[in-house]
């Protein structure tokens, strides 16, 4: 059982249009992170949230993350081509320095 | 700089083999992750450290598995003996102690490993 739940696990659209990815828990983080990886290579950190409630922007990327820092989405606006990937939230447990991954969502976005 | 450096990228060989994966981690970096990466658990800590020390070790999934760290330059990830369900992406990670809040990890590039 995974303690962060992603959601969807797969998603395929066309480029321009929007997407938004959830990742929800049960559980309190004392900060959450998002990563891309793309095949063959290692997850690379997007952003990290600390604050309940915080919104944070990278480009056409938006990081917001719950007042109850339970949960947190991306939104990805007019998504092109090169933000295919596989998006993995990962949680910091406020007990120690271990990350709690999500099985991830997989982002296509076709040309 | 350098990012975190793992070798081989890709191991194959058959069960009841010993395997030694290896990694790199980016100076000056004070912790080091082991993470195993399959389709069907996702991406699962084995182990890591802090300052050569292991910290927690509960993610390891059998005494098949072992890790060291002589050193803040060099970790290895042994499976002796090997088994086909070990097959997966194992990659390593390293991060500053920058505080609870506030740790990105990097990663490596991986070792896909494959146990026939």
């Known amino acids: 059982t995974q303690l962060l739940e992603q959601s969807p696990q797969f998603l395929s659209i066309q480029e321009g249009e929007n997407l938004t990815v959830y990742c929800n828990s049960s559980?309190?983080?004392?900060?959450l992170q998002w990563y891309r990886q793309e095949p063959g290579e290692g997850p690379v950190l997007l952003v990290t949230?600390?604050?309940?409630?915080e919104v944070k922007k990278l480009k056409r990327l938006t990081f917001q993350f719950g007042d109850a820092r339970k949960d947190s989405s991306l939104h990805i606006t007019a998504a092109q081509p090169g933000d295919t990937g596989l998006y993995l939230c990962?949680?910091?447990?406020?007990?120690?320095?271990?990350?709690?991954f999500g099985a991830g969502t997989t982002v296509t976005v076709r040309a | 700089d350098a990012g975190v450096i793992q070798s081989p990228r890709h191991e194959v060989t058959e069960m009841g083999q010993e395997v030694t994966l290896r990694c790199k981690p980016i100076s000056g970096h004070d912790y080091l992750f082991w993470y195993r990466q399959t389709m069907m658990r996702g991406l699962e800590l084995l182990i890591y450290f802090n300052n050569n020390v292991p910290i927690d070790d509960s993610g390891m999934p059998e005494d098949r598995f072992s890790a060291k760290m002589p050193n803040a330059s060099f970790s290895t990830l042994k499976i002796q003996p090997s088994e086909p369900r070990d097959s997966a992406v194992y990659f390593c990670a390293s991060s500053l102690d920058e505080g609870l809040s506030n740790q990105p990890q990097h990663f490596g590039d991986g070792t896909r490993l494959s146990i026939l």
């Open positions: 990962a949680g910091l447990s406020s007990n120690d320095y271990k990350l709690s």
């Open positions: 949230v600390v604050t309940g409630g």
């Open positions: 559980s309190v983080f004392s900060s």
